[in-house]
């Protein structure tokens, strides 16, 4: 946890001392070209990334206490601790980015986030490959929250997607400015289909289980 409270306070300082060097209106959104089509004041173009990681600290540091199937996110924590580290990193990048360009630098966004995605994505992949049934972290539908053997099954083949998006993120980068679409298509559709397969899988049980599962529940 300490790694990952210096890079809030890093991205704070490094916020802190840029301040009176950027102008007042920063972009704060490129389209799928690349192009900057929104801004927002220089407060919150320094500081929203920083305040947004502190929230989600403060968020995954109480997931594991509040989850009633706590004992089965201590199985996977070490891969949990790993992914808040993964996404505090991630939003720094993103802030020094969008600083970066306020000082005059220019880049193709798209090129710069795409890799970060795909890295992301392929770690995501690890975690969903490990995670154990909970109520917080995972592919959380009611068939795999019912069901321990379809959020195994559901879950195996969920790290498998995850880390094919990644893949597909990163073979985006010979596309172009198309490379947009490589990171964020392949995801609502794995996902949809994620769900539609924990539905199947949770239908294949034998009936006497899922009226046992049932009754555990009630």
């Known amino acids: 946890m300490i790694p990952i409270i210096g890079i809030i306070v890093l991205s704070f300082l490094i916020g802190l ?4 060097m950027l102008p007042e209106q ?24 920083p305040l947004i990681s502190i929230g989600l600290v403060l968020l995954f540091v109480a997931i594991p206490r509040i989850d009633p199937l706590k004992h089965n996110i201590e199985k996977f924590r070490i891969y949990f601790d790993t992914l808040i580290a993964i996404i505090i990193i991630f939003l720094f990048y993103l802030q ?3 600083i970066f360009w306020s000082i005059g630098l220019r880049f193709s966004m798209i090129y710069m986030l795409t890799p970060a995605f795909g890295l992301l994505f392929l770690y995501i ?3 969903t490959e490990k995670a154990r049934r909970n109520w ?6 009611p068939w795999t929250l019912s069901s321990e053997k379809v959020w195994n099954k559901t879950h195996r083949l969920g790290g498998k997607l995850f880390k094919l998006a990644g893949v597909i993120s990163f073979i985006g980068l010979a596309f172009g400015t198309l490379a947009f679409w490589f990171v964020i298509v392949p995801m609502p559709v794995f996902a949809a289909y994620m769900i539609l397969y ?5 239908r294949k049980l034998p009936t006497k289980t899922k009226q046992r599962l049932i009754t555990a529940k009630a």
Request: charged fraction near 10%; glycine fraction near 12%.
């Open 17 to 20: 001392y840029l301040y009176p």
């Open 26 to 49: 920063m972009v704060s959104h490129w389209n799928a070209a690349g192009v900057p089509d929104g801004y927002m004041h220089k407060f919150w173009g320094i500081f929203l990334m």
């Open 96 to 98: 020094m980015l969008t």
């Open 125 to 127: 992949g690890v975690l």
């Open 136 to 141: 917080f972290i995972g592919i959380r539908t």
């Open 198 to 202: 924990s539905y199947l899988e949770y």
